[in-house]
C-alpha cells in the first residue's frame, strides 16, 4: 500500500483552549480573536499557493455574528476550503456529556456553520475537542445525520504523553481541562473505516464514516502539525513513514502559524507550548516543505470528498 489520498485540516481552537489544557485561568481578552485573525489568512495564502482546498475545523461561538473572524470564515468558504463543526464552545469533555447536551452543541455549531457556507442543511464532518470520541457522542452524530467523523487518533505516543503532562499538572495543583480518553482508541484502525455504534474504536455498521488523524503505519507515530513543524529530522522521518499508508489525513492547529512576538502572546502561555517558541518564518518553511511532499505523492481533497470517495467502497 502507497500513498494515493491525502487531506489537510485546521482545528480552529482558540489560544482560550491552551490556557485550560496548561490550568493557566482565563485567557487574556485581546487573544480571544487572535487565531481567525492572525493564524488563518496565514493558512489561506499557503492553501492558495498549492491551489489546495482544505477543511477548516470552526468552533461555533468564534465565529458569531459581528466576531471579527467570521468574514474570513466567509470568503474561506467561498474559495472552495471546507468548513467543518468542531462544537459550539469546545467543551474538552464532550464526550462524557449527555445525548442532549451534545446535540445541541452540534446543532447550534452547525447554524452558525450553514449561516458562513451560504448553503442551509449541508451537514457533514465533526470533529470532536480532544480528539475523544464516545459512543454516545457518536449516536449524536449519526442521529443528526454527520456523513463522517474524525476525532480518532489512534498514537500510543501521543496518549502516554498526555498522561504524563496531566499527571504533572496534578502534582502541582493545577487543573487542566483536558480529559483521559479510552485506552482502546490506541488500537483502532488507523485509516478509514465505518465505526461500531457501540465502541467507535472498532470497525462497525455506523452510517458515518472514520478518517482518522494520521499515523504512521506500524509505530502510530504522530503525523500531525504538532510533530512535522519543529524538527525537521523528525518531519522527515514521519513523512518518509507515511508513504505506506493509502490515505494522509494531516490535522493542523491554528497555533502552528501563531508567532509569539508577532502576536502578542504572553511568556506564561509560551512557556508551556513549544510550537509557540518556534518563529513564524520557520514554520511557515516547514508548512510548505510539508504540504509540497503531500501534494507530490497524493491528490488532496477536502475531508468531505475523501468520505464521499471511502463510502463508495464501504456500501
Known amino acids: 500500500m502507497t500513498l494515493s489520498l491525502g487531506s489537510v485540516s485546521v482545528d480552529l481552537d482558540p489560544l482560550r483552549c491552551y490556557y485550560q489544557i496548561h490550568g493557566l485561568g482565563p485567557s487574556p481578552d485581546h487573544l480571544t480573536d487572535v487565531v481567525l485573525q492572525r493564524a488563518l489568512p496565514r493558512f489561506l495564502d499557503v492553501f492558495d499557493r498549492f491551489g489546495l482546498r482544505s477543511t477548516l475545523f470552526v468552533v461555533g461561538s468564534d465565529a458569531l455574528d459581528g466576531s471579527p473572524g467570521r468574514p474570513l470564515l466567509r470568503e474561506a468558504a467561498r474559495l472552495g476550503h471546507e468548513l467543518g463543526n468542531h462544537s459550539f464552545h469546545h467543551p474538552y469533555d464532550l464526550s462524557r456529556l449527555p445525548l442532549s447536551v451534545i446535540v445541541d452543541e452540534l446543532c447550534a455549531c452547525e447554524q452558525v456553520l450553514d449561516e458562513l457556507r451560504g448553503k442551509p442543511g449541508s451537514v457533514c464532518g465533526f470533529r470532536a475537542p480532544g480528539y475523544e470520541l464516545s459512543p454516545t457522542l457518536l449516536s449524536a452524530l449519526s442521529q443528526l445525520g454527520f456523513r463522517y467523523d474524525s476525532s480518532v487518533f489512534p498514537c500510543p505516543p501521543y496518549y502516554l504523553a498526555k498522561l504524563a503532562v496531566l499527571a504533572k499538572l496534578r502534582v502541582s495543583g493545577r487543573r487542566s481541562s483536558s480529559i483521559i480518553g479510552s485506552p482502546w482508541q490506541q488500537l483502532a484502525p488507523m485509516q478509514p473505516y465505518r465505526p461500531a455504534q457501540d465502541d467507535p474504536n472498532r470497525p462497525g455498521s455506523a452510517p458515518l464514516i472514520e478518517l482518522p488523524v494520521a499515523v504512521t503505519k506500524y509505530l502510530r507515530l504522530p503525523a500531525i502539525g504538532t510533530s512535522l513543524l519543529l524538527s525537521a529530522p523528525l518531519r522527515r522521518a514521519l513523512l518518509?513513514?507515511?508513504?505506506?499508508?493509502?490515505?494522509?489525513?494531516?490535522?493542523?492547529?491554528?497555533?502552528?502559524?501563531?508567532?509569539?512576538?508577532?502576536?502578542?502572546?504572553?511568556?506564561?502561555?509560551?512557556?508551556?507550548?513549544p510550537d509557540l517558541q518556534v518563529p513564524l518564518w520557520q514554520k511557515q518553511q516547514s508548512l510548505v516543505e510539508i504540504l509540497r511532499f503531500l501534494t507530490d505523492h497524493a491528490q488532496v481533497l477536502p475531508l468531505q470528498d475523501v468520505a464521499s470517495h471511502f463510502a463508495q467502497t464501504m456500501v
Do not use: C, W, Y
Open 240 to 273: 518518509t513513514g507515511m508513504l505506506r499508508q493509502r490515505f494522509f489525513n494531516l490535522e493542523l492547529h491554528g497555533i502552528d502559524l501563531i508567532d509569539a512576538k508577532l502576536d502578542g502572546i504572553p511568556s506564561e502561555l509560551v512557556a508551556r507550548q
